[in-house]
């Protein structure tokens, strides 16, 4: 079942809808709520992520098509329909281009209303269809192509031996540049059913091919996780990859039930030196901030780069399952594996080779450390913290005291990310709060001008329970009360001066955030 959002300043037509919706659709559609105009949809409709809008187009203050236009930067997968009492090409034009599927002109023919609802149901469908089985292969490439490609993203630099094996592959790696894109499931591995590991890589290849149809993919699967090197013959732009992403995730997630997010990294020029490995790294290093910023998300690495961590350097081993646990915060998953390793080397075939082995357990938890310099401080040092490590008798003392080395990491972590994405909050508040007065203020100006990407800006936001139509909103709102007691000027020209045009519109928000209109809140403030 779908949900979908009414919006209309007619209440004799939201009724309708509504009716309609409850008596011939509450099989495929679930009302959230129906709206008397484009901003309360947008403050109160939208955070509730509907699959669809039914908008008439000429309302007060937020018409349809921009309400359609702003919900898809945060919705790229919801579908609308639009009513409108005026026949207008424009207006026609406008919803193509915005991909509305249905167009029903006032008063509404209830079979129009089905015809559209069929068509927004058929859409969702497409979208969100579980594929019955894998894709069949597209190539017999395919399994070359996955060990060439976990091999190329190891490679600092490429051989000229292998840039031949990888052409005679099938691999064309020609073009404008590449970057990399690893997904993995939000949820731990061992609470993964076995429908969803397998989703993992027939039901996200299929939408991955679909969506990404026009750009060359080469990609290899580390159940759960996927790996996409991702060629293109185009320049590269950003915003419009992130939006492709975003639809990628939500359809996934509608059509298995499993909720994934990934990490892209850095785009890097075919015509300039590079490394493959890098670029593998990033998106994993990318990747790991879910853990602050929440789930079902894409996170480029250039948004993060914004507000870099300090990572350590330490000695590339065998146990990057270790130091990718612990990087993606799953502290009791890194403990199992550290018991497991530990127990492995407790006997006496590795008489001559344990403290060696040890060594390098500790390396790749400390490899897990976003900040060594914060993990040193307070604590022990280095050497105190080995001998901690190397006095241990037997297998669980020395499980235990690497775990509770593990244990400081993990705190370390979540207090750098955090303050990194706290400091990208702070950055949207405070660009709100110095252009509030621009009345062309809008979400993609915001995240141009403080170069992230759409999807970062609405991650951010939504970690903190609050979107960029409510922000601006509140701190125009707490402007202009000040404004309303510090003098007696025209209720217009207040609204002017927190970025409204019309003072109608103006009043109408007040009322909504503060309870009270402008005129009453003047004379309350006067009375008291």
């Known amino acids: 079942m779908y949900s979908v959002i009414v919006v209309d300043d007619e209440s004799s037509v939201r009724e309708r809808i509504v009716s309609f919706l409850e008596k011939r659709a509450a099989d495929d559609?679930?009302?959230?709520?129906?709206?008397?105009?484009?901003?309360?949809?947008?403050?109160?409709?939208?955070?509730?992520?509907?699959?669809?809008?039914?908008?008439?187009?000429?309302?007060?203050?937020?018409?349809?098509?921009?309400?359609?236009?702003?919900?898809?930067?945060e919705l790229p997968v919801v579908q609308s329909i639009i009513i409108s009492g005026f026949d207008s090409f424009d207006y026609a034009k406008k919803g193509i281009e915005l991909g509305v599927v249905g167009y029903i002109?006032?008063?509404?023919?209830?079979?129009?209303?089905?015809?559209?609802?069929?068509?927004?149901?058929?859409?969702?469908?497409?979208?969100?269809?579980?594929?019955?089985?894998?894709?069949?292969?597209?190539?017999?490439?395919?399994?070359?192509w996955e060990a060439d490609i976990q091999k190329l993203l190891t490679l600092k630099d490429v051989p000229p031996a292998f840039e031949s094996k990888l052409k005679a592959d099938g691999i064309d790696l020609s073009g404008e540049g590449v970057l990399v894109v690893a997904f993995d499931p939000d949820k731990d591995e061992n609470e993964l059913t076995l429908d969803e590991s397998e989703a993992m890589e027939g039901e996200l290849s299929r939408l991955l091919d679909e969506e990404f149809d026009d750009l060359r993919g080469y990609s290899y699967s580390m159940p759960p996780s996927k790996v996409v090197l991702v060629v293109s013959n185009h320049p590269y732009d950003k915003e419009?990859?992130?939006?492709?992403?975003?639809?990628?995730?939500?359809?996934?997630?509608?059509?298995?039930?499993?909720?994934?997010?990934?990490?892209?990294?850095?785009?890097?020029?075919?015509?300039?030196?590079?490394?493959?490995?890098?670029?593998?790294?990033?998106?994993?290093?990318?990747?790991?901030?879910?853990?602050?910023?929440?789930?079902?998300?894409?996170?480029?690495?250039?948004?993060?780069?914004?507000?870099?961590?300090?990572?350590?350097?330490?000695?590339?081993?065998?146990?990057?399952?270790?130091?990718?646990?612990?990087?993606?915060?799953?502290?009791?998953?890194?403990?199992?594996?550290?018991?497991?390793?530990?127990n492995a080397i407790s006997n006496e075939d590795?008489?001559?080779?344990?403290?060696?082995?040890?060594?390098?357990?500790?390396?790749a938890i400390l490899k897990g450390c976003l900040a060594l310099d914060q993990f040193y401080e307070g604590y022990m040092t280095h050497i105190e913290m080995t001998e901690m490590v190397f006095s241990a008798r037997g297998a669980a003392a020395v499980s235990n005291a690497m775990s509770s080395i593990v244990d400081r990491i993990t705190e370390i972590n979540g207090k750098k990310r955090k303050g990194g994405v706290d400091e990208a909050y702070e950055a949207v508040l405070n660009y709100i709060k110095e252009n509030y007065?621009?009345?062309?203020?809008?979400?993609?100006?915001?995240?141009?001008?403080?170069?992230?990407?759409?999807?970062?800006?609405?991650?951010?936001?939504?970690?903190?329970?609050?979107?960029?139509?409510?922000?601006?909103?509140?701190?125009?709102?707490?402007?202009?009360?000040?404004?309303?007691?510090?003098?007696?000027?025209?209720?217009?020209?207040?609204?002017?001066?927190?970025?409204?045009?019309?003072?109608?519109?103006?009043?109408?928000?007040?009322?909504?955030?503060v309870g009270k209109s402008p005129m009453e809140y003047r004379k309350n403030a006067e009375v008291s």
Not at 277 to 301: D, I, M, N, P, S
Not at 470 to 491: G, N, T, V, Y
Request: with cysteine; aromatic share 10%.
């Open 437 to 513: 007065r621009d009345r062309n203020l809008s979400l993609p100006l915001l995240a141009s001008s403080l170069g992230y990407s759409l999807s970062y800006v609405s991650a951010i936001l939504k970690r903190h329970d609050n979107s960029f139509t409510k922000a601006l909103s509140s701190l125009r709102m707490e402007e202009a009360k000040k404004r309303l007691l510090q003098s007696e000027r025209p209720i217009a020209e207040i609204a002017l001066e927190v970025g409204y045009d019309d003072p109608y519109y103006f009043s109408h928000c007040f009322k909504k955030i």
């Open 350 to 363: 590795f008489r001559d080779s344990y403290f060696l082995i040890a060594n390098n357990i500790v390396d």
């Open 105 to 144: 002109s006032k008063p509404i023919d209830y079979e129009e209303m089905a015809t559209s609802l069929s068509k927004a149901k058929s859409k969702l469908d497409e979208y969100f269809e579980i594929a019955k089985e894998k894709e069949a292969s597209k190539d017999d490439h395919r399994l070359d």
């Open 240 to 342: 419009k990859f992130a939006r492709r992403l975003r639809l990628v995730i939500g359809r996934f997630n509608k059509s298995s039930g499993l909720v994934i997010s990934c990490g892209v990294s850095d785009w890097a020029s075919l015509s300039e030196p590079f490394s493959y490995r890098k670029l593998y790294r990033h998106a994993r290093w990318a990747l790991e901030y879910r853990t602050v910023v929440g789930q079902g998300v894409a996170l480029f690495y250039d948004d993060l780069q914004k507000h870099p961590s300090t990572v350590g350097k330490v000695d590339e081993n065998e146990y990057r399952r270790l130091t990718s646990l612990i990087l993606s915060g799953k502290a009791d998953e890194a403990k199992d594996a550290i018991r497991r390793l530990v």
């Open 29 to 73: 559609f679930r009302l959230l709520g129906s709206y008397e105009n484009g901003y309360d949809a947008l403050m109160y409709g939208i955070p509730q992520e509907p699959d669809l809008i039914i908008t008439d187009v000429k309302m007060p203050f937020v018409d349809g098509l921009e309400l359609i236009e702003r919900a898809k930067q």
